[in-house]
């Protein structure tokens, strides 16, 4: 039980903007704003904060693909060097290769008129707009291009898990911005348990009915678990929900659950979908521990975490 005293020791304080304010300076002053998503959003950027700092800490990084077409890509890709491991999905793959190899995105509507879209060859994803070309094509001959590459090569394997065969792609992009290239430059791996979800996917299959190639999807869940094991403490940031959430969740659940979680989501808790599952939910399946310092966010990630990264230097 909470005393009075514990429930009101907290104030909130007015936000007083100054000219040329810094992003750090307007956190500062929102420490206790008390603003409803606001507030909470200051505090993920206290938890991040401090669970990026504790050494000891194995942190993960999770998001969903639609964000990669946007211009938030840029800020994942240099937020990489500072998580120990990516949890995404298959069509974060598809995006960072396409943009990273000359595909052009663009700013669009979520009222076009998608009959007419597709009579012109665009795609619509929310507000932003892809020439059909510029998304299949450019992935198709990206992909063909590494694969053959890597066969030309001496000893090459047959049988690849789904982190290794995209750290091979990492290890051929050449685009800074690329989610990917960081990953690879910075040996952080990334996880897409829903790699055959997506043209990547497609593309591996493919490829493999011509060609001696094999998707051993089993092998990254024990490099998971081994992983959440080896370490004592863990932490995640997760943006979105779905499979990237879910397996951050479940494997740490293995090991008493994180000590440190911030999860941004536009969903709802009330159709009992694991997107709209606060953290709190987490909890009671022990995937989050009792003691852990967590906050959910509600609230558009292409606004908050640019603001998150901001105020802790994540580039």
């Known amino acids: 039980m909470y005393s009075k005293d514990d429930l009101l ?3 909130v304080r007015d936000v007083r903007i100054t000219e ?47 964000i990669v077409s946007t211009g938030l890509r840029g800020v994942l890709a240099g937020m990489v060097k500072h998580f120990d491991a990516i949890i995404t999905t298959g069509g974060t793959l598809d995006h960072d290769i396409a943009r990273a190899t000359g595909g052009v995105y663009n700013v669009g509507s979520f009222n076009a ?40 090569t001496e000893g090459h394997k047959t049988e690849y898990s789904a982190s290794a065969i995209i750290r091979e792609f990492g290890k051929r992009i050449s685009d800074e911005g ?31 009915q011509d060609h001696k190639f094999k998707l051993d999807l089993l092998a990254d869940e024990l490099e998971l678990s081994n992983l959440v094991f080896d370490h004592k403490t863990t932490g995640a940031l997760m943006i979105g929900g779905g499979i990237s959430k879910h397996h951050v969740i479940w494997w740490n659940q293995f090991k008493g659950g ?20 606060r953290l709190s939910e987490a909890v009671s399946w022990g995937k989050i521990k009792e003691d852990a310092r967590y906050v959910t966010v509600d609230g558009d990630a292409t606004i908050i975490l640019p603001i998150i990264a901001a105020a802790l230097n994540l580039h």
């Open 178 to 208: 690329s989610i990917l290239k960081q990953a690879y430059d910075h040996n952080v791996p990334i996880y897409c348990p829903g790699i055959l979800d997506g043209a990547f996917g497609t593309q591996m299959t493919l490829f493999s």
């Open 20 to 66: 040329d304010m810094k992003v750090k300076e307007l956190i500062e002053q929102m420490g206790d704003i008390g603003g409803f998503s606001a507030q909470h959003m200051v505090d993920s950027i206290d938890i991040v904060g401090k669970m990026i700092d504790n050494k000891d800490s194995f942190n993960f990084l999770s998001f969903p693909a639609d």
């Open 258 to 277: 994180l000590d440190y979680a911030a999860y941004i989501t536009t969903a709802t808790q009330y159709d009992g979908s694991l997107s709209g599952a």
């Open 113 to 152: 008129d998608d009959k007419e879209l597709h009579k012109t060859g665009i795609f619509r994803l929310g507000n932003i707009f892809i020439e059909n070309e510029e998304y299949g094509l450019q992935l198709e001959n990206e992909f063909n291009k590494v694969m053959d590459e890597i066969y030309k």
């Open 9 to 11: 020791k907290r104030k």
